[in-house]
């Protein structure tokens, strides 16, 4: 076995590790959910509100394990955040990992681990999660191959070669259409909820430990930050597009978090993530969505 086949193998070990010791707890959360219904029953009380439990998959917005930009660890995203809000937080398993990328999320072996904690009953109360919480797209697009979808800086160009990165965009939205499959199978009737990033600045920030994403590419192909921020503004244009198209499909059951236009320049820790401050406004967004989806149900009381 070569050293990248070692190096897979031992990531993936890592991954189920890290997933099974997220169900763990997330089902002794559950049982413990279920033991203060069975003993407020037995009690002859009336139990009008139940948090929501949900399943969460995705990137780094959903799993984003350091403080701005490190090296001080501890969840600063979404998910961390949502978990947190209002009178009745949600409970969520999470399976997300930071860095995937919508094709990594719906390869053989995650949909395997997805359909697996969906059928295990011991992390469902009511038989399923009451919602999905999905994340993905961006990793498909930055990195080292964010360069594939710009055209050289001759003068002549835009910047953004629509041709080639509506073609990756339509791998990121079969991955989408992969979840709302599995989903009818294995979850029927549960919504999926999503959202569309937001447009950060492309000026090789970076964590101690991953990144830049952005710049390398557009100094790569002569394009300036300024240059930049509009190329990935309208590249997350076309995917937020992309998304709502999803949405307006009313058998997808998919509803899409507006995202975009919520943080400002100096939110960003770097080229990809929000400071802490960020993610918490970020949540809120799903939070203010749960809550209107479920709205006989209350997620949170702000």
């Known amino acids: 076995m070569n050293d990248q086949a070692l190096l897979s193998a031992r990531l993936q070990k890592e991954y189920q590790n890290e ?5 763990t707890v997330h089902r002794q959360n559950v049982a413990r959910l279920n033991s203060a219904e069975t003993s407020a029953r037995n009690l002859a009380v009336a139990v009008s509100n139940r948090p929501l439990v949900l399943l969460a998959q995705g990137d780094s917005w959903f799993d984003y394990p350091i403080k701005g930009n490190g090296p001080i660890w501890g969840d600063t995203d979404i998910i961390a955040h949502l978990r947190r809000m209002g009178s009745m937080p949600p409970t969520i398993l999470n399976l997300a990992f930071s860095g995937g990328t919508a094709v990594e999320l719906m390869s053989l072996s995650r949909q395997t681990t ?9 992390n469902w109360p009511r038989g399923k999660p009451d919602a999905i919480l999905f994340s993905a797209g961006g990793n498909d697009i930055a990195g080292e191959e964010f360069c594939i979808f710009l055209d050289f800086n001759d003068g002549k160009s835009n910047g953004l070669n629509m041709d080639r990165f509506s073609r990756a965009l339509a791998m990121v ?13 294995i979850s029927p009737g549960t919504p999926v909820f ?4 937001d447009i950060p600045v492309p000026n090789g920030s970076h964590p101690f430990c991953a990144g830049p994403w952005l710049k390398p590419s557009l100094d790569y192909c002569n394009w300036s930050v300024s240059d930049g921020t509009r190329i990935v503004r309208e590249a997350l244009g076309a995917f937020r597009n992309m998304l709502m198209s999803l949405e307006e499909d009313k058998k997808n059951n998919f509803h ?3 995202t975009q236009g919520t943080l400002a320049s100096n939110d960003w820790a770097n ?3 929000p400071f802490e401050e960020g993610f ?3 949540a809120a967004l799903f939070d203010d969505a749960l809550r209107t989806h479920f709205s006989g149900r209350p997620l949170s009381i702000r």
């Open 19 to 23: 997933m099974g010791r997220r169900a």
């Open 114 to 122: 997805l359909i697996e904690q969906l059928q295990n009953q011991s």
């Open 173 to 185: 939205e079969a991955c989408y259409l992969s979840l709302f499959a599995i989903r009818d199978r």
């Open 194 to 197: 999503s959202h569309c990033y």
């Open 256 to 258: 899409l978090v507006q």
């Open 271 to 273: 080229e990809l993530h």
């Open 280 to 282: 918490e406004r970020l």
